[in-house]
């Protein structure tokens, strides 16, 4: 009877074992086979051309022009979303978790209406802004981006950084106000230990943000031109990507996929980025 158990553990332990490796392997062909086609389809088109000159006037049929205007505008509906994104979630953060019993009945509703907005798909969110912007009058605008993927990017966020602060020791957070520590001064204990949670969050955040067209489509528009003020329409390299894929021409599409490939090294960039931070800030985390 005990052997037959034993022989069932183990049969159940290979099994479950080939099953990891098995996902492991499908993972890894999955996304190699995405950036081998990335860049078979996109290498041909890349040049300095491309990235650093704004669309010519035959660009859409093929001629002169690079991605210029694409680049610089995601990079400005990134970088301001995420710098609003942290402003705005921090401080919820930290009142979820320092201010409020772990047992509140809000705290508890908060974390559920996050969830249910992280959820959501983002061309609900541009809808939303849309709606907005009609009832106002106002039209699509650099500005009108960055509010729509600041809304996007709020929920995570908040959720990344909550679990890894709902992780961190409370006994700390406890020893702090026991010797008279005030709150400000227990974030501050806080902060130091969830700098890792904190970069990856950022990190989850602007690989949504840069990713995404269905909510800029409907409130950035597009542009052949930088953006000077908030109030001038922003392209961004999603869309870029979106436009270029449903012309009939071979090599509008091949700079298709070179926007995706520029899309796809500035997210590896990033990432790469986001691992020094996290590391870094890892070494002072209390275990």
């Known amino acids: 009877m005990a052997y037959n158990r034993f022989k069932n553990k183990y049969v159940e332990e290979v099994v479950a074992k080939v099953l990891m490796i098995a996902a492991t392997v499908a993972l890894f062909v999955f996304a190699s086979s995405i950036i081998y086609t990335i860049i078979a389809n996109g290498w041909n088109a890349m040049s300095w051309e491309m990235i650093s000159q704004l669309p010519g006037g035959g660009f859409y049929i093929g001629k002169e022009g690079g ?7 995601s990079m400005y509906i990134v970088g301001a979303a995420t710098i609003l994104g942290l402003i705005v979630s921090i401080p919820v953060v930290f009142y979820l978790n320092v201010y409020l019993n772990p047992n509140s009945k809000l705290g508890y509703a908060a974390r559920l209406c996050f969830d249910v907005l992280f959820g959501i798909p983002s061309i609900v969110y541009g809808a939303f802004a849309f709606t907005i912007m009609i009832y106002l009058g106002a039209k699509a605008s650099l500005l009108g981006g960055i509010i729509v993927v600041t809304l996007l990017i709020i929920p995570i966020f908040i ?26 001064e ?32 409907l409130t950035a528009g597009y542009t052949d031109s930088i953006p000077t003020s908030l109030s001038q329409p922003a392209a961004t390299l999603p869309l870029a990507v979106f436009f270029q894929l449903q012309s009939p021409i071979p090599q509008v599409q091949e700079r298709a ?27 002072h985390r209390i275990k």
């Open 186 to 217: 227990t974030i501050r204990v806080v902060v130091r230990q969830i700098m890792p949670g904190i970069a990856t969050a950022t990190l989850l955040s602007i690989g949504r943000a840069i990713g995404d067209a269905a909510a800029v489509m």
């Open 67 to 73: 991605l210029l205007n694409a680049i610089v505008g």
């Open 159 to 184: 959720r990344s950084m909550d679990e890894v602060a709902r992780s961190f020791p409370r006994a700390i957070v406890d020893a702090a106000v026991s010797l008279g520590a005030t709150k400000w």
């Open 257 to 283: 996929y070179g926007a995706a490939l520029v899309l796809t090294i500035i997210v590896l960039i990033i990432s790469i980025l986001g691992r020094i931070i996290t590391n870094r800030f890892s070494k």
